[in-house]
Protein backbone atom coordinates (compact mmCIF):
# COMPACT_ATOMS: atom_id res chain seq x y z
CA UNK A 1 0.00 0.00 0.00
CA UNK A 2 1.62 3.41 -1.12
CA UNK A 3 2.21 5.40 2.24
CA UNK A 4 3.62 8.90 1.52
CA UNK A 5 5.28 10.68 4.05
CA UNK A 6 6.17 14.68 4.73
CA UNK A 7 8.98 16.08 6.94
CA UNK A 8 8.84 18.30 9.28
CA UNK A 9 5.87 18.41 10.31
CA UNK A 10 5.68 22.58 10.39
CA UNK A 11 8.90 25.07 9.99
CA UNK A 12 9.72 28.49 10.97
CA UNK A 13 12.24 30.20 9.10
CA UNK A 14 12.90 34.04 8.67
CA UNK A 15 11.77 35.95 5.66
CA UNK A 16 14.56 35.51 2.75
CA UNK A 17 15.71 32.12 3.31
CA UNK A 18 15.80 29.59 1.36
CA UNK A 19 13.84 26.07 2.42
CA UNK A 20 13.49 22.22 1.62
CA UNK A 21 10.71 20.75 1.87
CA UNK A 22 10.68 17.27 2.17
CA UNK A 23 8.13 14.43 0.90
CA UNK A 24 9.10 10.56 0.57
CA UNK A 25 7.05 7.86 -0.84
CA UNK A 26 6.86 4.23 -0.12
CA UNK A 27 6.50 2.44 -3.84
CA UNK A 28 8.48 3.96 -6.44
CA UNK A 29 6.04 2.83 -9.50
CA UNK A 30 3.97 6.27 -9.69
CA UNK A 31 2.37 7.57 -12.59
CA UNK A 32 3.14 11.36 -11.16
CA UNK A 33 3.50 13.61 -8.08
CA UNK A 34 2.00 16.67 -7.62
CA UNK A 35 2.86 19.65 -4.96
CA UNK A 36 -0.36 21.62 -3.56
CA UNK A 37 -0.55 24.97 -1.45
CA UNK A 38 -3.54 25.43 1.22
CA UNK A 39 -4.08 28.39 2.99
CA UNK A 40 -5.94 28.35 6.04
CA UNK A 41 -9.56 27.12 5.78
CA UNK A 42 -9.29 27.58 1.84
CA UNK A 43 -9.10 24.60 -0.67
CA UNK A 44 -5.90 23.12 -2.22
CA UNK A 45 -3.80 24.81 -5.33
CA UNK A 46 -1.29 22.83 -7.43
CA UNK A 47 2.05 24.37 -7.14
CA UNK A 48 4.11 22.09 -9.41
CA UNK A 49 3.41 18.75 -11.25
CA UNK A 50 5.82 16.22 -11.98
CA UNK A 51 5.57 13.34 -14.55
CA UNK A 52 7.10 10.19 -13.49
CA UNK A 53 9.30 10.12 -16.51
CA UNK A 54 10.30 13.77 -15.48
CA UNK A 55 13.21 14.60 -12.51
CA UNK A 56 12.27 18.12 -12.11
CA UNK A 57 9.62 21.16 -12.49
CA UNK A 58 10.17 25.01 -11.79
CA UNK A 59 7.81 27.77 -11.38
CA UNK A 60 9.07 31.05 -10.52
CA UNK A 61 10.67 31.08 -6.99
CA UNK A 62 9.60 26.98 -6.51
CA UNK A 63 11.66 24.21 -7.81
CA UNK A 64 10.61 20.13 -7.09
CA UNK A 65 12.55 17.48 -8.03
CA UNK A 66 11.54 14.29 -7.78
CA UNK A 67 13.97 10.55 -7.31
CA UNK A 68 11.62 7.85 -7.68
CA UNK A 69 14.28 4.98 -6.81
CA UNK A 70 14.52 6.62 -3.85
CA UNK A 71 10.96 6.94 -3.51
CA UNK A 72 11.69 11.02 -2.75
CA UNK A 73 10.50 14.58 -3.44
CA UNK A 74 12.00 17.79 -2.53
CA UNK A 75 10.37 21.42 -3.00
CA UNK A 76 12.90 23.76 -3.41
CA UNK A 77 11.46 27.79 -1.87
CA UNK A 78 14.37 30.20 -2.63
CA UNK A 79 13.86 33.67 -1.06
CA UNK A 80 11.15 32.87 1.09
CA UNK A 81 8.25 35.40 1.74
CA UNK A 82 6.10 35.88 4.46
CA UNK A 83 3.09 35.64 1.43
CA UNK A 84 4.51 31.95 1.31
CA UNK A 85 3.13 30.62 4.79
CA UNK A 86 0.35 28.03 4.43
CA UNK A 87 0.34 24.53 4.21
CA UNK A 88 2.20 21.87 1.42
CA UNK A 89 1.27 18.68 0.72
CA UNK A 90 2.52 16.29 -1.62
CA UNK A 91 0.51 13.67 -3.27
CA UNK A 92 1.09 10.74 -5.55
CA UNK A 93 -1.07 9.09 -8.24
CA UNK A 94 0.03 5.19 -7.98
CA UNK A 95 0.90 3.11 -11.42
CA UNK A 96 -1.81 1.33 -11.64
CA UNK A 97 -4.36 4.29 -11.86
CA UNK A 98 -3.37 6.48 -14.53
CA UNK A 99 -4.49 9.49 -13.60
CA UNK A 100 -7.94 9.07 -12.62
CA UNK A 101 -7.48 11.51 -9.57
CA UNK A 102 -7.09 9.02 -7.30
CA UNK A 103 -4.03 10.71 -5.14
CA UNK A 104 -2.47 9.61 -2.03
CA UNK A 105 -1.81 12.66 0.16
CA UNK A 106 0.95 13.12 2.84
CA UNK A 107 -0.14 15.00 5.76
CA UNK A 108 2.14 18.39 4.76
CA UNK A 109 4.41 20.36 6.33
CA UNK A 110 3.22 23.97 7.26
CA UNK A 111 5.56 26.49 7.18
CA UNK A 112 5.51 30.09 8.57
CA UNK A 113 7.80 32.60 7.08
CA UNK A 114 9.13 35.29 9.78
CA UNK A 115 9.47 38.99 8.57
CA UNK B 1 -14.35 30.40 -15.70
CA UNK B 2 -15.39 29.58 -11.79
CA UNK B 3 -13.49 26.13 -11.83
CA UNK B 4 -14.47 23.65 -8.80
CA UNK B 5 -17.97 24.98 -6.93
CA UNK B 6 -18.85 23.20 -3.95
CA UNK B 7 -21.89 23.72 -1.99
CA UNK B 8 -23.13 24.31 0.97
CA UNK B 9 -19.55 25.85 2.68
CA UNK B 10 -20.55 24.82 6.25
CA UNK B 11 -23.16 22.54 7.39
CA UNK B 12 -24.71 20.88 10.88
CA UNK B 13 -26.11 17.93 11.13
CA UNK B 14 -27.55 15.62 13.53
CA UNK B 15 -26.59 12.12 13.80
CA UNK B 16 -28.84 10.44 11.40
CA UNK B 17 -30.22 13.12 9.10
CA UNK B 18 -29.06 13.04 5.79
CA UNK B 19 -27.79 15.34 3.34
CA UNK B 20 -26.05 16.07 -0.28
CA UNK B 21 -22.83 17.74 -0.95
CA UNK B 22 -22.76 19.92 -4.15
CA UNK B 23 -19.74 20.40 -6.28
CA UNK B 24 -19.95 21.51 -9.99
CA UNK B 25 -16.74 22.15 -12.55
CA UNK B 26 -17.51 24.03 -15.57
CA UNK B 27 -13.87 23.13 -17.26
CA UNK B 28 -15.44 20.25 -18.92
CA UNK B 29 -13.05 17.76 -16.76
CA UNK B 30 -13.94 14.24 -17.47
CA UNK B 31 -12.69 12.93 -14.29
CA UNK B 32 -14.16 13.85 -10.35
CA UNK B 33 -13.20 12.99 -7.26
CA UNK B 34 -14.54 13.39 -3.39
CA UNK B 35 -11.97 13.64 -0.69
CA UNK B 36 -11.89 14.29 2.92
CA UNK B 37 -9.69 16.10 4.67
CA UNK B 38 -9.03 15.11 8.82
CA UNK B 39 -6.20 16.34 11.39
CA UNK B 40 -3.79 13.67 11.75
CA UNK B 41 -4.77 11.85 8.75
CA UNK B 42 -4.62 14.60 5.66
CA UNK B 43 -6.61 14.15 2.67
CA UNK B 44 -8.47 10.56 2.06
CA UNK B 45 -10.28 9.69 -1.59
CA UNK B 46 -13.95 9.09 -0.86
CA UNK B 47 -15.39 8.06 -4.38
CA UNK B 48 -14.15 9.01 -7.54
CA UNK B 49 -15.77 9.15 -11.28
CA UNK B 50 -14.17 8.73 -14.88
CA UNK B 51 -17.17 9.99 -16.56
CA UNK B 52 -20.49 10.54 -16.60
CA UNK B 53 -22.66 7.46 -15.37
CA UNK B 54 -18.90 5.78 -13.86
CA UNK B 55 -17.92 6.02 -10.36
CA UNK B 56 -15.75 3.97 -8.28
CA UNK B 57 -14.79 3.95 -4.68
CA UNK B 58 -12.06 5.57 -3.12
CA UNK B 59 -10.20 4.46 0.42
CA UNK B 60 -13.05 5.65 2.82
CA UNK B 61 -16.20 5.10 0.75
CA UNK B 62 -18.30 3.38 3.92
CA UNK B 63 -21.34 6.00 4.66
CA UNK B 64 -21.42 7.87 1.00
CA UNK B 65 -22.84 7.29 -2.28
CA UNK B 66 -22.37 10.01 -5.56
CA UNK B 67 -23.86 9.71 -9.12
CA UNK B 68 -22.68 11.20 -12.26
CA UNK B 69 -25.72 11.83 -14.47
CA UNK B 70 -23.68 14.60 -15.95
CA UNK B 71 -20.33 15.74 -17.07
CA UNK B 72 -20.07 18.96 -15.07
CA UNK B 73 -21.86 17.45 -11.54
CA UNK B 74 -20.64 15.45 -8.68
CA UNK B 75 -22.72 14.99 -5.92
CA UNK B 76 -21.89 13.06 -2.29
CA UNK B 77 -24.69 12.04 -0.43
CA UNK B 78 -24.36 11.32 2.94
CA UNK B 79 -26.91 8.36 3.87
CA UNK B 80 -27.21 8.46 7.62
CA UNK B 81 -25.03 11.06 9.09
CA UNK B 82 -22.13 9.73 11.72
CA UNK B 83 -20.46 12.16 14.18
CA UNK B 84 -17.48 10.07 12.19
CA UNK B 85 -18.36 11.84 9.34
CA UNK B 86 -17.50 15.35 10.96
CA UNK B 87 -14.89 16.60 8.63
CA UNK B 88 -13.75 19.12 5.50
CA UNK B 89 -15.00 17.42 2.47
CA UNK B 90 -13.27 18.44 -1.17
CA UNK B 91 -14.21 17.72 -4.52
CA UNK B 92 -11.86 18.19 -7.40
CA UNK B 93 -11.49 17.79 -11.29
CA UNK B 94 -8.14 16.68 -13.09
CA UNK B 95 -7.14 18.54 -15.82
CA UNK B 96 -8.26 16.60 -18.66
CA UNK B 97 -10.61 17.45 -21.28
CA UNK B 98 -12.24 15.28 -23.49
CA UNK B 99 -10.35 13.56 -26.81
CA UNK B 100 -7.11 15.63 -24.95
CA UNK B 101 -4.07 14.72 -23.44
CA UNK B 102 -4.18 14.34 -19.29
CA UNK B 103 -2.10 17.00 -17.70
CA UNK B 104 -2.68 15.34 -14.50
CA UNK B 105 -3.10 18.42 -12.76
CA UNK B 106 -5.92 18.68 -10.15
CA UNK B 107 -8.63 21.62 -9.55
CA UNK B 108 -10.00 21.99 -5.89
CA UNK B 109 -13.41 23.38 -4.76
CA UNK B 110 -12.75 25.47 -1.51
CA UNK B 111 -14.27 22.77 0.21
CA UNK B 112 -17.91 22.01 2.40
CA UNK B 113 -16.95 21.85 6.49
CA UNK B 114 -19.34 19.52 7.87
CA UNK B 115 -20.00 18.86 11.67
CA UNK B 116 -22.53 15.77 12.66
CA UNK B 117 -24.13 16.18 16.42
Known amino acids: KQEVTQIPAALSVPEGENLVLNCSFT??????LQWFRQDPGKGLTSLLL?????REQTSGRLNASLDKSSGRSTLYIAASQPGDSATYLC??????????????FGQGTTLQVKP | NAGVTQTPKFQVLKTGQSMTLQCAQD?????MSWYRQDPGMGLRLIHY???????DQGEVPNGYNVSRSTTEDFPLRLLSAAPSQTSVYFC????????????????FGEGSRLTVL
Open chain 1, 91 to 104: AVTSGGSSNTGKLI
Open chain 2, 92 to 107: ASIGRRFGQSNTGELF
Open chain 2, 27 to 31: MNHEY
Open chain 1, 27 to 32: DSAIYN
Open chain 2, 49 to 55: SVGAGIT
Open chain 1, 50 to 54: IQSSQ
